[in-house]
C-alpha cells in the first residue's frame, strides 16, 4: 500500500474520549487523521502510525484503517505499482479482498483472516487493487513493519498465511498474526521480537490478554469503540500502552474487531518518507531516484523489478522537500 502523505500534516479527524476516572500514566491516545491513499482514484484512510509524538510501536512503525468501503459505488482500493526499502508490509481484511502483485512474481489474494506479508529489503515494487467480482465491502488495515540493521538490506521476500494459530480467552477469540501470544506462534517471519494479533470481543464483555512485560503494546480498533487501560478508542485512533505490563484489558459495548501490536522498543532512529524506511537523507534520494529511472524506462534497473502482471501505470515519486530528510526517534518528548 502507498503512503501518499510525504509531508504529514497534524489534523487530527478522529480519535476517543479520554476517561477521567483515571488514565494510566503510561498510556497515550494517538487519534488518526484523513489521508487519500493511492493515486487519482484515491480512497481515504484514518492514519494513527506515526503520529506528531510517537512514532512507533516496537517495530510497528505506519497504520492505517480503511473502510467498510462499498466498493460496489467505487473503485475500492486502486493502487498502483509502487516501491518499497525497509519495511515489511502486513495486509490483514476484515471485510472483502485485495489482490497483491508484486516484482517478484508473486500473485495472491487475501481475504479475512488470511495475512499478506511483504518483506521489502532492499527494495520491491508492487500493487494492491481490489479485483473484479470482490465482496460489496471492504474493511482492513495495512501495516509497515520497520526492519532492523540486520537485516533491512536484505532480499525481498513475499509469503501468505491461509492458517493462522487461534485460541480464545474469556470474551474474545483471538488469532496471531505475527509472532507468538498466548502460547501459539504465528508462521510469519519476523525480524525484530514483536507480537501483532487480532482480538475479536463479543459484545457487552471484557477480555483479558496475557503480553510480555518487556513489549510495549497499542490497541488499534477497526471497526467499533472499545474501552482500555482509562482511555476510550474509536475505529481507526491507537491506544499506546507502554512495557511492563503482563495483561492487556479491553471491554466493548458491541462485537467488535481490533488489533493488538507490540514488540521490545526500537532502538534505531528512522526517516520515513513516501513508501521508503531508511536511515538518513541520501539513502532516500537514491531510493527515489533509482525509482524514478525505472518507472520511466531510463534504466533497467534490478532494485525494484517492474510489476509486469499489473498493467497499470506505476506511481511517481512525489518531489522531495527542500530541507533535509532527518531521522527521528521512536517517540518525541513533550
Not at 502460547?183 to 457487552?204: K, M, W, Y
Not at 503482563?246 to 532512529?269: I, K, N, Q, S, Y
Request: aromatic share 4%.
Amino acid at each position: 500500500m502507498s503512503n501518499v502523505e510525504p509531508h504529514p500534516t497534524e489534523q487530527r479527524v478522529c480519535g476517543g474520549e479520554v476517561d477521567r476516572t483515571g488514565p494510566e500514566p503510561d498510556t497515550e491516545l494517538l487519534e488518526a487523521r484523513e489521508v487519500p491513499l493511492g493515486g487519482p482514484r484515491a480512497m481515504l484512510v484514518h492514519r494513527a502510525l506515526p503520529g506528531r509524538n510517537r512514532r512507533m510501536v516496537g517495530a510497528w512503525c505506519f497504520a492505517d484503517v480503511y473502510g467498510p468501503t462499498d466498493v460496489t459505488v467505487g473503485a475500492g482500493m486502486q493502487v498502483p505499482p509502487h516501491p518499497h526499502i525497509g519495511l515489511q508490509t502486513v495486509s490483514w481484511l476484515v471485510q472483502g479482498s485485495v489482490h497483491h502483485l508484486d516484482g517478484l512474481g508473486s500473485d495472491q489474494m487475501v481475504h479475512p483472516g488470511q495475512l499478506n506479508l511483504m518483506t521489502a529489503g532492499h527494495g520491491i515494487a508492487h500493487s494492491e487493487r481490489t479485483p473484479s467480482g470482490a465482496p460489496g465491502l471492504l474493511h482492513g488495515a495495512q501495516l509497515w513493519v520497520a526492519l532492523p540493521a540486520d537485516t533491512r538490506e536484505g532480499a525481498a521476500h513475499f509469503e501468505h498465511h491461509a492458517d493462522l494459530p487461534e485460541f480464545t480467552v474469556p470474551g474474545a477469540r483471538v488469532t496471531v498474526i505475527m509472532g507468538e501470544l498466548g502460547g501459539h506462534r504465528s508462521p510469519a517471519r519476523t525480524h525484530t521480537p514483536l507480537v501483532g494479533a487480532e482480538i475479536i470481543v463479543q459484545a457487552g464483555q471484557s477480555a483479558h490478554l496475557p503480553v510480555d512485560p518487556a513489549f510495549e503494546h497499542g490497541l488499534l480498533p477497526l471497526d467499533g469503540p472499545v474501552r482500555a487501560h482509562g482511555h476510550r478508542v474509536v475505529p481507526g485512533s491507537l491506544l499506546y500502552l507502554g512495557a511492563g505490563r503482563e495483561g492487556v484489558r479491553v471491554h466493548a459495548d458491541e462485537r467488535t474487531h481490533l488489533l493488538l501490536l507490540g514488540g521490545e522498543p526500537f532502538r534505531e532512529d528512522l526517516v520515513m518518507w513516501w513508501n521508503f524506511v531508511g536511515r538518513d537523507h541520501e539513502e532516500i534520494v537514491r531510493a527515489r531516484t533509482q525509482w524514478e529511472e525505472q518507472r520511466d524506462g531510463r534504466t533497467e534497473g534490478t532494485r525494484f523489478p517492474p510489476v509486469t502482471a499489473d498493467g497499470g501505470e506505476a506511481l511517481p515519486a512525489p518531489e522531495l522537500p527542500n530541507a533535509r530528510l532527518r531521522p527521528r526517534p521512536r517517540h518525541r518528548e513533550s
